[in-house]
T-cell receptor, first 111, second 113 residues
Framework: GENVEQHPSTLSVQEGDSAVIKCTYS??????FPWYKQELGKRPQLIID???NVGEKKDQRIAVTLNKTAKHFSLHITETQPEDSAVYFC??????????WGAGTKLIIKP | EAQVTQNPRYLITVTGKKLTVTCSQN?????MSWYRQDPGLGLRQIYY???????DKGDVPEGYKVSRKEKRNFPLILESPSPNQTSLYFC????????????FGPGTRLLVL
């Protein structure tokens, strides 16, 4: 079945710098890759997603890239701000329609 | 307002005392799911349901039961809770098809003594 690995587990960046979180997946049939953000004490919320027919997608300071050949996808956050501090989860949808989740990355924005 | 609700939000119980955590969504979603979240382990799926009367096991189903008698409700039942079920529980729902965003409930923090 599908397996998703996410790195790093913790990422600390200076405010204003960029942050990159990477995920790899194992099932070449996976075709949908969302990213969720979970602020402290709150529920996970979708921030961006990408489908396998697209290589990159942007939404303001957030972008996601997908490399189907290498089976990895990444979240890029530019010009980081304090409100970007959170845990970020990647996921891949398997052939049974289930989202297989990465273990999460705690992003810390240093002032 | 479109939302997923869970009750209770916090619960302290004792080993062996049956409990139910309710989940309800008002978005007419076909798909519903239960997750548990433990430090360092991310989101682990307990059970999911593709539609009414259709449920299936996720990654960690032991010790849990679910039912889907109505489209909007998907209760999680712990018949005989144990301390290793102390966790933060999330219910989520989504459409099937093009719109696939999973909407999460606010979470239920459970402590089993």
């Amino acid at each position: 079945g599908e397996n998703v690995e996410q790195h790093p587990s913790t990422l600390s960046v200076q405010e204003g710098d960029s942050a990159v979180i990477k995920c790899t997946y194992s099932d070449s049939a996976s075709n949908y890759f969302p990213w969720y953000k979970q602020e402290l004490g709150k529920r996970p919320q979708l921030i961006i997603d990408i489908r396998s027919n697209v290589g990159e997608k942007k939404d303001q300071r957030i972008a996601v890239t997908l490399n189907k050949t290498a089976k990895h996808f990444s979240l890029h956050i530019t010009e980081t701000q304090p409100e970007d501090s959170a845990v970020y989860f990647c996921a891949a949808r398997d052939s049974n329609y289930q989202l297989i989740w990465g273990a999460g990355t705690k992003l810390i924005i240093k002032p | 307002e479109a939302q997923v609700t869970q009750n209770p939000r916090y619960l302290i119980t004792v080993t062996g005392k049956k409990l139910t955590v309710t989940c309800s969504q008002n978005m007419n979603h076909e798909y519903m799911s239960w997750y548990r979240q433990d430090p360092g382990l991310g989101l682990r799926q307990i059970y999911y349901s593709m539609n009414v009367e259709v449920t299936d096991k996720g990654d960690v189903p032991e010790g849990y039961k679910v039912s889907r008698k109505e489209k909007r409700n998907f209760p999680l039942i712990l018949e005989s809770p144990s301390p290793n079920q102390t966790s933060l529980y999330f219910c989520a729902s989504s459409y099937r098809g093009r719109e696939e965003t999973q909407y999460f409930g606010p979470g239920t923090r459970l402590l089993v003594l």
